[in-house]
């Protein structure tokens, strides 16, 4: 549960955690012990490197809910403006510009409300 904090925020994972329901609370332990427990504590790359390819993997699948919760943990990993950006431009020409389209306008709506927090 550390590493997910640290990377989504407190404030992510409580409203997760409060919304977890009967049906849901199996998924919530499972996302926890294996996205966060095992994968993303793994030794063989930084957060900044998993973010990067997480936000590609959410562009190609178009996972637009998913992609603006993970634009906020790439900013919080290290990741600037300037390489979400250049990740994007390169997702267009793998991805389709379609699905970049949509991530530019995600993206640009998470970055203004950083933007505005951080003011």
């Keep these: ?3 997910r904090r640290e990377v989504l925020g ?3 994972v409580d ?3 409060a919304g977890t329901t009967e049906l849901t609370r199996d998924f919530q332990d499972f996302i926890t012990e294996y996205a966060w427990g095992s994968v993303w504590t793994r030794p063989g790359l930084d957060r900044r490197s998993r973010s990067l390819i997480t936000l590609t993997a959410l ?3 178009g996972h637009h809910e998913e992609l603006a919760m993970h634009v906020r943990a790439a900013r919080t990993n290290g990741l600037t403006n300037v390489e979400i950006k250049e990740l994007l431009l390169q997702t267009a020409i793998y991805c389709g510009v379609p699905d970049a389209n949509t991530a530019f306008r995600i993206a640009q709506g998470v970055l203004d ?3 505005q927090e951080n003011r």
């Design 15 to 17: 409203r997760a955690v």
């Design 59 to 61: 562009v190609a699948r």
């Design 10 to 12: 407190d404030a992510h």
């Design 1 to 3: 549960m550390a590493v």
């Design 113 to 115: 409300e950083l933007d």
